[in-house]
């Protein structure tokens, strides 16, 4: 394979991912939004999944997509936590 069709492939592959990263942009926003909107009810729904979770004794690391979330590193998901709680603390999320 040529130098110029991997440089084509690889801008194919970014202009895919640009688009399908757009794509997930507007409803990410707008569950963010309602999550800004109804803080209580966020959290109740989060309480109300950990306490079923731990009632039928299930495994934290067994729930989809949670073990990929605590594989990284402690420092990206402290940060992260952070970075959502000053956002919530300062109204950085715009509802509209």
Same mark, same amino acid.
């Given at each position: 394979?040529?130098?110029?069709? &991997? ?10 991912? #640009?688009? =399908? #990263? ?6 990410? &926003? ?15 729904? /989060?309480?109300? =999944? ?23 590193? =402690?420092?990206?998901?402290?940060? &992260? /936590? ?6 919530? /603390? &300062? ?6």
């Amino acid at each position: 394979m040529s130098i110029f069709k &991997q440089l084509h492939a690889v801008r194919v592959a970014q202009a895919r991912s #640009r688009d =399908a #990263r757009h794509e997930l942009a507007v409803p990410a &926003q707008a569950l963010l939004s309602r999550g800004v909107r109804h803080p209580l009810t966020t959290v109740g729904v /989060a309480g109300g =999944a950990g306490f079923i979770l731990g009632q039928l004794n299930v495994h934290p690391l067994r729930v989809p997509g949670l073990g990929a979330l605590l594989g990284g590193t =402690a420092a990206e998901v402290v940060g &992260q /936590a952070m970075r959502l709680v000053a956002d919530f /603390a &300062q109204g950085g999320v715009d509802p509209s």
